[in-house]
């Protein structure tokens, strides 16, 4: 079946622009989470949602970056007025319901570089 | 909170066992994870460590201890593909924001 899916795959943008990027999860995983990743580094934990409950946003780095989870399934996330330190790879990921347990199958991922 | 520490580097020859430690300091979590990332690649999940001991899948084994707070993946009968970065991870308890370690990079050679 279809993995997780992110588009665009690479993004270029001019410092101050607002970039979306978009994750399509595994069809039936509740769990959906963003991380960002910078260039040899780990993957550092943006947010979580879980089925209809209120996500954890505690990851999230500034104001300027949001995210939504429509319908339990596509999740758009939104960086607005970018910076250059934005320039990472974005990794979405799902899980079936949730917990260290419970496998996290990550997308391809989204490199934005913000220039 | 939660930190972790990785080597950054281990390098080992086909065939051989190699070891890559975790080592945390945390407050509390549920359980340890590791995943293998290849180049430009996304990571992929390997094992789970909810309580102590040796857990083991295949080639791969991982272990915890949390009254030592340290884990470890054990990589046996290595292969040139192994070649790869390992992270280890914590999730809180109550909580999904997963911590994860800088990474280990292992380079297999032949």
């Known amino acids: 079946g279809a993995g997780v899916s992110q588009s665009p795959s690479n993004k270029v943008t001019e410092k101050g622009k607002d970039v979306e990027l978009r994750c399509d999860p595994i069809?039936?995983?509740?769990?959906l989470y963003w991380y960002r990743q910078s260039l040899g580094q780990g993957l550092e934990f943006l947010i979580y949602?879980?089925?209809?409950?209120?996500?954890?946003k505690s990851g999230l780095p500034s104001d300027r970056f949001s995210a939504e989870r429509t319908g339990g399934s596509v999740s758009t996330l939104t960086i607005q007025r970018t910076q250059q330190e934005d320039s990472a790879v974005y990794l979405c990921?799902?899980?079936?319901?949730?917990?260290?347990?419970?496998?996290?199958?990550f997308g391809p991922g989204t490199r934005l570089t913000v220039l | 909170g939660q930190s972790l520490e990785q080597p950054s580097e281990v390098t080992a020859v086909e065939g051989a066992i190699v070891q890559i430690n975790c080592t945390y300091q945390?407050?509390?979590?549920?359980?340890l994870s590791w995943y293998q990332q290849h180049d430009g690649g996304a990571p992929t999940f390997l094992s789970y460590?909810?309580?102590?001991g040796l857990e083991e899948t295949g080639r791969f084994s991982s272990f915890l201890s949390r009254s030592d707070s340290y884990g470890y993946l054990l990589l046996q009968e290595l292969q040139m593909k192994d070649s790869a970065s390992y992270f280890c991870?914590?999730?809180?308890?109550?909580?999904?924001?997963?911590?994860f370690g800088p990474g280990t990079r292992l380079s297999v050679l032949p």
């Open positions: 990921a799902s899980s079936l319901v949730g917990g260290g347990s419970d496998t996290q199958y």
């Open positions: 069809s039936g995983h509740t769990a």
């Open positions: 949602f879980q089925g209809n409950s209120a996500p954890d």
């Open positions: 945390t407050s509390g979590f549920y359980g």
């Open positions: 460590n909810a309580l102590d």
């Open positions: 991870a914590v999730n809180p308890p109550g909580g999904q924001n997963f911590v």
